[in-house]
């Protein structure tokens, strides 16, 4: 990061230039994500890894904002924060922080019984002050601020029973046929975490209902096909140690993991879009990249050959239903 202004770990400030706008950056040397082992100066040591620190943190998300700032224009977010690092309390943020400025964007969404503010980011300048804020996870609706209750995005969230990713790349292929199937192209990204999202991308005319229902069905055909190894079954002690194909994100106010968020787990690993090759790559698992590697992962735009134009869901629907 190229702060300015620093002086001792716990009072120093920096700033960095962010599109049009300079971003304070406070205690850029707090350490969010202990480093593996440390010399006395903090740095590696050999066999060890570095700390990542709050600059970091920064300089990843303002370097790799042209590549995630698309996945999130005019959503709705919710932030998930560790301002003492990975070692301090977490907390999950919906409404705007007492200290937003005015420039960035913020969208005021419905409620029982009222309404909460979210942040929304649109710009460079917008994702440095949250990563300032210690927003490790961007967690971001799958519908737009102004049209809530009609999606762009449908995912489902492959959930394996084991930190073993064998188990979700086969479920991986196994939906993306079943997809091809109903002619609806996917995309697939690894959650930094243990599994998978597949991503299909929609032309916001269908309502968050009818697309949950289409999610559930198409979920159901494909454990039907592999009953031993996949299920649909919300309890965890139903499951019998087989893969859960997640669909309840696909719902008003529910959030997934935005592409190139950085996941609150050792090592700073980050969700990141894979191609169907690399998905049938043995090399290839939920953490395989992190903020030290990712950004030579985007820059070979990876779903370059998914349409950008969102599909409609009733002639899938019509395929569906053939099927069940």
Known sequence: MSATGADSAG???????????????????KVLFPGSARSTDGGRTDGGRADVTKADLVEYYRSVARHMLPELRGRPLMLERHPDGLDGPRFMQKNIPGNYPDWARRAEMAKKGGTVTHPVCDDTATLVFLADQAS??????????????????????LDPARDDFEP??????????????????????????????????????TAFDEVRAFAMDVARVLAARD??????????????????????????????????????KEGAPVATPISWDQVKDPAVTARRWTVTDVLEQARTRPWSDVPARGRSLAPARRRLDALL
């Open 11 to 29: 009072t120093e400030e920096g700033s960095v230039r962010a599109g049009r706008r300079t971003v304070r950056i406070h205690r850029p040397r």
């Open 136 to 157: 490790v996870t961007f967690h971001r609706w799958l519908s737009r601020a102004d049209r809530p209750d009609h999606p762009d995005r449908l995912v489902f969230d």
């Open 168 to 205: 979700v790349r086969a479920a991986a292929l196994l939906l993306r046929e079943l997809l091809d199937e109903l002619a609806l192209p996917a995309s697939a990204m690894t959650t930094g975490s243990k599994g998978l999202h597949v991503i299909v991308r929609l032309d916001r005319r």
């Open 227 to 264: 009953p031993d190894r996949l299920t649909t079954e919300q309890r965890t002690d139903a499951r019998a140690g087989r893969l859960y194909l997640d669909v309840q994100r696909n719902a008003y106010a529910q959030t997934a993991v935005a592409p190139y968020s950085v996941r609150p």
